[in-house]
């Protein structure tokens, strides 16, 4: 029984034949992460869960617009990323990728450990449905804005129909 990594993990492997052996170290060797562990671990700790772009783009509009929110509420499911108690809004912004937003270009799949991310991605879709139902059951309207919505050719329309659902939840309340 020989020892053979893949990338960072190690791989139990059978091999009878020792020039076999090396080409099959050398095929994992090359299949390995273009990164080091070190690097690829400082890549992944710079991405932040909290004050991301799009988000700080939607606060400063809303702000802008004079809305006044809270942050990241622990007391609601799924923590989301602004609340307007006022107008019974919350806003999730939602990363392409991380939340596997169907039909855009911004989320594909890695290819390398695909059903990781697979299994990854639908856990966070998941969440993200259980929080929305139970947001709503408590009577609360839920807007989600993904990243790609926020760039430049759709931010007017973005900004506007959040504009638009805000003011009219602010109707339905004073009703």
């Known amino acids: 029984m020989r020892q053979l990594y893949k990338g960072n993990f190690l791989r139990q492997k059978t091999v009878k034949n020792p020039c076999w052996e090396k080409q099959l170290i050398a095929s994992f ?11 690829r671990s400082y890549n ?15 606060r400063r509009f809303l702000f802008s ?5 809270r942050l990241h509420d622990k007391k609601l499911k799924g923590k989301p990323d602004i609340v307007l108690s006022k107008y019974k809004t919350v806003i999730f912004i939602h990363g392409c990728f991380w939340h596997g937003h169907e039909g855009c270009r911004y989320f594909v799949v890695p290819k390398t ?14 969440k993200d449905k259980v929080a929305f139902k139970e947001l709503t059951d408590k009577g609360w309207k839920v807007l989600t804005i993904w990243e790609c919505e926020l760039k430049q ?14 003011i009219d939840n602010e109707e339905i309340a004073n009703s």
């Open 29 to 39: 060797l090359l299949m390995a992460d273009v990164h080091t562990t070190e690097v």
């Open 44 to 58: 992944m700790s710079r991405i932040r869960a909290k004050d991301t772009k799009p988000e700080l783009m939607v």
């Open 65 to 69: 617009q004079g809305f006044r929110y």
């Open 113 to 126: 450990r695909s059903e990781w991310w697979v299994d990854k991605i639908n856990t966070n879709k998941s």
């Open 153 to 166: 050719k759709a931010l007017k329309d973005t900004f506007g129909r959040l504009l638009q659902n805000l």
